[in-house]
């Protein structure tokens, strides 16, 4: 779970944002099988960096917080990694115990990361995967270093849609979040690639005094959807999950008849995930 998607808009809210946070967060877990089938995995070269960079190889210890359904979880225990994966969702850890049966090294705990106690032993790394933004602030980084042995690094990869594939169909489609969500600030557009820099994780964790400089990685990649394929992936985002279901079906509604008259029906969405790797410092 990441940075709110672009194009699953940003919405004005003046609740205070940690039970705007923790709202959201419980959507991912009404359907999880969804979730499951429709959230893209991850480049293969992210997990070479992981091993280069944070020391994710063969018999390392990871912690995993917010592992959803499983999405990088699987690719990390075919490495040979010794996993604990936290999940609040109990729906979602379901389906990641599903996917890992056969890994003896993996346990799935269903828990939240910010009352789950730690074991004793520390992890050679703690990895969040598009969910550390879910984490309580407050609490994410002492908790993630508080975990980690000397040395050990934190890695978090963060998801965003930007600017590439098919362009005009990320335009137009403002027209139907406006319609059927006036909270939809006018004339979003996915950012470019070059704009998003990783600069407000690096300060958080230069804030923390627990970790060293971050350094980063970048991938972007272009997936094609039908139309839908496109809407059971916008199905899986907490934003429109959390609009009432008249509005969130005419949303629906109206991209499809988008795609479907005048795209051919299908879209292709570019996105950049970022890698940031930082090592604890101190005893």
Same mark, same amino acid.
């Given at each position: ?12 809210? &003046? ?30 070269? +992210?997990?070479? @960096?992981?091993? @280069? +960079? ?126 059927? @969500? ?17 600069? &407000? ?30 809407? @059971? ?51």
């Amino acid at each position: 779970m990441t940075r709110p998607d672009i194009n699953a808009h940003a919405r004005r809210d &003046d609740r205070p944002e940690e039970s705007r946070r923790a709202r959201l967060s419980r959507t991912f877990d009404e359907d999880a099988d969804l979730y499951d089938r429709a959230r893209p995995g991850y480049p293969p070269e +992210l997990y070479d @960096d992981l091993a @280069d +960079l944070a020391g994710a190889r063969p018999g390392s210890r990871v912690l995993e917080v917010g592992c959803g359904t499983g999405q990088a979880t699987v690719p990390l225990a075919e490495r040979g990694c010794r996993i604990t994966a936290v999940e609040a969702g109990p729906r979602m850890a379901e389906v990641a115990r599903r996917h890992l049966a056969g890994a003896a090294e993996v346990e799935v705990v269903t828990a939240d990361f910010e009352t789950w106690p730690l074991p004793q032993e520390p992890f050679d790394v703690v990895l969040a995967a598009t969910a550390f933004h879910w984490i309580d602030p407050a609490v994410r980084m002492t908790k993630a270093a508080d975990a980690l042995r000397p040395g050990g690094a934190l890695a978090v990869v963060r998801s965003q849609h930007v600017r590439g594939g098919t362009e005009e169909f990320f335009v137009e489609v403002q027209r139907c979040y406006e319609r059927f @969500d006036p909270d939809t600030p006018p004339g979003l557009r996915p950012p470019a690639a070059t704009a998003v820099d990783g600069s &407000d994780h690096a300060e958080e964790v230069a804030r923390s005094d627990r970790f060293g400089a971050t350094v980063f990685r970048r991938y972007e990649q272009d997936l094609t959807y039908t139309t839908p394929e496109y809407l @059971d992936l916008l199905r899986t985002y907490s934003g429109h999950r959390a609009l009432p279901e008249a509005a969130r079906n005419g949303l629906l509604a109206c991209i499809a008849g988008l795609i479907d008259g005048r795209y051919g029906g299908r879209v292709t969405k570019r996105h950049l995930i970022e890698l940031g790797v930082s090592h604890r410092v101190g005893p």
